[in-house]
């Protein structure tokens, strides 16, 4: 798809400089009068020169386009995952989870059933407002993510999941404060999780290393 748009696009300016070399060796070959015959030279001229340009400025532009594109991915990639690291730390504090933190044990804690759930649901006022904060800085990376098409099609949809059910989940507790419907929203956000682990195995990766990192700046303040 790129490689046709890039030659349609290109289809114009090679139309030109084809259009300046026929009239160069025309005037040159049939053309007799010096006058007549510099005036159609500077117009071939143009015709080559201007679409050279044009298509050396579309390709360095290209080429800082698609530098700065990579630099705000990294940058919005790197900030999801420690908004997500943040909820996935706020999920073990509602469900009271003090195990260490590892990719196998939040794999684990993502299929816990919403039966288990109720169980070991705990939303204080404090994990309230955590999770709003959080909330919101989902949907500020959402939005500007959206602008700049950072996140793939699954990725965007399962992020877009989490917020949503983040949303019922705080609205849930504000209001009827319903265990049994917070639980299925807690099991419906961790699902999702899973969804965006598995559309985005960078971000998996990348998740991976900050769970190492906290594992060991959270051992270390439970040896002290």
Known sequence: MKFWAFILKSIP???????GAVIFFYTVDNIRD??????????SASLLAIPLVFLLYDYSNYLVSR???????????GKMNLVMLSLILALRQILGMHTRLTLNTLNKMLATP????VRKLRITPIV???????????????YRSGQ?????????QALSAITREMSHLINENKYR?????????????????????DADTVAALHLEQN??????????KNTD
């Open 13 to 19: 300016y090679l139309l030109s400089i084809a259009g």
């Open 34 to 43: 010096p006058q007549v015959q510099d005036l159609v030279l500077n117009i």
């Open 67 to 77: 530098q700065v594109k990579k630099s705000l991915e990294n940058t919005m990639s």
């Open 114 to 117: 919403a039966t288990e759930i």
């Open 128 to 142: 309230l407002n955590n999770l709003r904060t959080i909330h919101d800085d989902f949907d500020e990376l959402l």
């Open 148 to 156: 700049s098409n950072v996140f793939s099609t699954d990725q965007f």
């Open 177 to 197: 404060k319903n265990k049994g419907q917070s639980a299925k929203h807690i099991e419906n956000i961790m699902t999702h999780i899973t969804d965006w682990l």
């Open 211 to 220: 769970l190492s990192i906290t594992s060991h700046i959270t051992s270390g």
